[in-house]
């Protein structure tokens, strides 16, 4: 008999790159896709998958997952769950910050725990837990010479009210680890930390870039040398990283490593987000302005406004602003993380030599499904020319 998966947030992007991986895959009998929305097939299959008749099927199971009794069927004799479901991180401002707040709250920590107790009452025995690396960092630059580092939770988050759901639904799966299910078997788990995850099929980031460029009329990030300093992740290879952590605990391996956690990333180095954003902004047929040298004044400014706009309630009209938080976040810190526990448990080795053919890909995707052929996408000479001077442009950010 082979393996039946299923996915949460199976109509997303990186479930879509997982797709792709678990039908080249011969030990795979049936996927189980799981989400509110309708299942559409993103990505075609691998050029390696059998033929048509040969992959294993999709059966797509609509319910949202405090719905208990539509997801017990669709947990019924699964072998393996992929956890990707989660309210992502918004990058833009949102003036009724309590209602994002509790979608926060509701798709990432309370959907978790009616998850894990639907897991335990169906007796499924083993899964794979994609969170965020960024949600259990608190203010700040962050370097990590270990994991252990950000083994609990802060007492503030980066990422706010996000990250801190994200990082408390990880540690409530973590406790449910090497527990005894109801039919004898032990749970087994483990815990993918991703950074910044970006590829065909992320709309996101690219709808955001969009907005706050039509507003403001470019895209500029904080001068200096440590700013913005990012790792990163294909979503084409964290799936090869689940499917490989899927081998790992249909093994005899899997009660040693059952409840463990670890960073996924391409690069140990990090990469500026203005640098690695860039490519982007062009294939959207925007710029890159020039940097902007008094970071914190302009994020001390922009959070001034957006607290006025909120206990206003004046919405952003003609485009969109970053959030002070994800603004600080994307441009204005230097995270990295150690990859050292993915490399004793897994044979995905980091390596960067391959950002610039996974970018490639990634900006054909916006120019072919967002943008249109006729995108517009600025040339190099036009990306690297002109902006305005600096106080116009923190201005448009502020």
Request: with cysteine; charged share 25%; hydrophobic share 35%.
């Amino acid at each position: 008999m082979g393996v039946k998966v299923a996915i949460t947030g199976g109509s997303g992007f990186m479930a879509a790159h997982l797709i792709r991986r678990l039908r080249a895959n011969a030990t795979i009998d049936e996927i189980r896709t799981i989400d509110r929305k309708p299942f559409r097939q993103l990505l075609p299959n691998d050029e390696n998958s059998p033929s048509s008749d040969d992959v294993p099927p999709i059966v797509h199971y609509q319910c949202d997952l405090l719905d208990v009794a539509k997801l017990e069927k669709a947990l019924d004799g699964v072998d393996v769950l992929f956890h990707l479901a989660r309210k992502a991180f918004e990058y833009l401002f949102v003036t009724d910050q309590k209602t994002l707040n509790d979608r926060y709250t509701r798709d990432n920590l309370e959907a978790t725990q009616s998850l894990l107790d639907t897991i335990f009452k169906c007796s499924v025995p083993r899964m794979v837990h994609v969170g965020d690396a960024f949600a259990n960092v608190p203010p700040g630059d962050n370097f990590g010479n270990s994991e252990d580092i950000h083994r609990g939770l802060p007492t503030k988050y980066l990422m706010g009210h996000y990250g801190e759901t994200r990082a408390k639904a990880e540690l409530v799966g973590r406790k449910k680890s090497g527990k005894m299910l109801p039919n004898g078997r032990q749970f087994h788990a483990l815990f993918l930390r991703a950074t910044f995850v970006y590829g065909e099929g992320e709309k996101r980031l690219p709808t955001a870039l969009r907005k706050v460029a039509e507003r403001h009329g470019d895209i500029s990030e904080f001068a200096g040398p440590s700013n913005g300093m990012l790792q990163y992740i294909y979503a084409g290879n964290l799936a090869s990283i689940m499917v490989e952590s899927m081998e790992l605990l249909l093994s005899e391996r899997a009660e040693r490593f059952s409840g463990t956690f670890f960073y996924c990333m391409d690069d140990a180095v990090c990469t500026k987000f203005g640098e690695f954003c860039a490519p982007l902004v062009r294939a959207l047929g925007h710029r890159m302005g020039p940097p902007v040298t008094s970071q914190w004044a302009t994020l001390l400014k922009l959070y001034i406004e957006q607290c006025i706009r909120c206990l206003c309630g004046w919405e952003v009209t003609g485009g969109g602003d970053f959030s002070a938080s994800a603004l600080r976040f994307l441009f204005g810190c230097a995270i990295g993380f150690s990859g050292r526990r993915m490399a004793l448990i897994l044979k995905h080795r980091p390596g960067g030599e391959g950002m610039a053919e996974w970018t490639e890909r990634t900006t054909d995707w916006i120019r072919t499904e967002m943008i249109g052929s006729g995108g517009g996408e600025m040339d190099e000479g036009q990306w690297k020319r002109g902006g305005e001077d600096e106080s116009k442009t923190m201005r448009r950010m502020g």
